[in-house]
């Protein structure tokens, strides 16, 4: 017989079974191929599932990052322990932030919305009141402003180099609420760009629709809780049929509230 | 980057400005990865002043070898663990080597070195990667590692198509087993 799909191949490794039927299962016997893949495929598995215990590392003492940095002769303001923050100068050109031991990954933090707050950077705090101009001069009542609830600064992923964006959450006057998402990126022909809601320990996610160039503005279904649903994410979608998210983000950021 | 704090650049751009000789990415790179490097080596060595002298080398040697280091073909983390491996082989050789001199201790005394099949490194390297996995292939990798869930079961759990979760399933395992089966070829610097 064949060799065993690559797709099947991943997730027998990954569950520890061995294929149901029963010529799958003899090949996987007789194929040194498809065994050593299989093997590999599992011990990663293992791998990922041991973790990081907690307490498993520690720091090396402050004395090792000084003969290090004496050794090599760095700059004077490098000279504090990175592991605990001392710096001996501090200057503006070189503020390198201490980082507490701890940072090392642990399998039970949910880190990646960390490193997207951390990524964007300086989350855009209080952009206020937006005011919706409508058709001044015009015999038409002024409309009621739309009043701004949240925002967020999209940061770009990695391999969308340069990519930018900006979503802005909205509320009328009727109480209907509304995204207003900006993208600046060069998305290859072919691709479509889709704006998703995403739970901010990522157990779930919302479609909202498909940008049409680089500005769109979507309505929020009345359920979504931006408490809980609290990162904006453009993907680049394949136009494959299968609704799911692509996992090819473009940019992302965290919703703040106004 | 001059403004920004290097302690917020993910691992890619933490290399890259390695690579070009900022001295603020080797003390980041300090900060992020040398509690692994001593603990590897505390648990070979199985003395702290041995593995504090280490890391200390370790360290150097990266930073005096950096133009070795290749960017395609190594992260930065696998670079220094790769000489970290090296400099703990050193550090028992020398042992060895007094040990003949002295030709006195017989037996092991105090200390007992770990066995050389300790995976921390390889698990560190694994939840890192899991880490920068995009959101949807992650969730489905922690439920099938930290929830023991089935392909099936995450497909149900997150409303996926089985074929999709499968195929998260296995990218992702390709992303994490080529980050913990890396080049362990030469770092000497």
């Known amino acids: ?258 | 980057m001059t403004t920004t704090s290097f302690a917020e650049i993910d691992d890619q751009a933490l290399a890259r400005e390695f690579a070009a000789g900022d001295e603020r990415a080797l003390r980041e790179a300090y900060a992020r990865w040398s509690p692994l490097v001593f603990r590897l080596a505390l648990r070979s060595l199985g003395d702290r002043t041995d593995a504090e002298d280490v890391t200390q080398q370790v360290y150097i040697s990266a930073w005096n070898g950096r133009h070795t280091f290749d960017r395609s073909r190594s992260t930065l983390s696998a670079w220094i663990v790769g000489i970290t491996r090296h400099r703990i082989a050193d550090a028992h050789e020398g042992r060895a080597r007094a040990r003949r001199l002295q030709e006195a201790l017989v037996s092991e005394a105090s200390v007992a070195p770990q066995p050389a099949t300790d995976d921390l490194a390889e698990r560190v390297m694994v939840a890192e990667e899991l880490e920068r996995l995009e959101p949807v292939p992650r969730r489905v990798m922690e439920l099938a590692f930290y929830d023991q869930l089935s392909h099936t079961q995450i497909a149900d759990a997150l409303d996926l198509p089985v074929g999709t979760v499968k195929s998260h399933v296995r990218r992702s395992l390709a992303r994490l087993r080529a980050r913990w089966e890396v080049d362990d070829g030469p770092h000497r610097a």
């Open chain 1, 1 to 258: 017989m064949d060799h065993i799909e690559p797709d099947e191949l991943a997730v027998l490794a990954l569950e520890g079974r061995e294929p149901d039927d029963d010529a799958a299962r003899a090949h996987l016997a007789e194929c040194a191929e498809c065994r050593a893949e299989y093997d590999t495929l599992a011990r990663t598995a293992a791998l990922g599932r041991a973790g990081v215990p907690e307490g498993e590392l520690e720091a090396p003492p402050a004395s090792v990052w000084a003969g290090i940095h004496a050794e090599l002769g760095l700059a004077p303001e490098l000279a504090g322990d990175p592991l605990t923050g001392g710096r001996a100068v501090a200057t503006p050109a070189a503020p390198a932030e201490p980082r507490p031991v701890a940072e090392l990954p642990s399998r039970r933090r949910p880190w990646w919305p960390i490193a997207v707050a951390a990524a964007v950077g300086g989350i855009l705090v209080g952009v206020g009141v937006g005011v919706a101009i409508g058709g001044l001069g015009d015999a038409e009542p002024t409309p009621v402003p739309a009043v701004v609830l949240a925002s967020a600064d999209l940061a770009a992923f990695p391999g969308w180099d340069g990519a930018t964006g900006h979503a802005t959450v909205e509320e009328d006057a009727d109480g209907i609420r509304s995204i207003v998402v900006d993208l600046d990126a060069s998305v290859p022909q072919g691709d479509v760009s889709e704006v998703w809601l995403i739970r901010s320990d990522a157990s779930g996610l919302v479609s909202l629709g498909l940008l049409d160039g680089s500005s769109g503005r979507f309505v929020l279904p009345a359920g979504i809780d931006l408490t809980e649903f609290t990162l904006v994410d453009v993907s680049a979608e394949p136009v494959d049929g299968d609704p799911a998210h692509s996992g090819d983000s473009i940019v992302r950021g965290e919703l703040v509230e106004s």
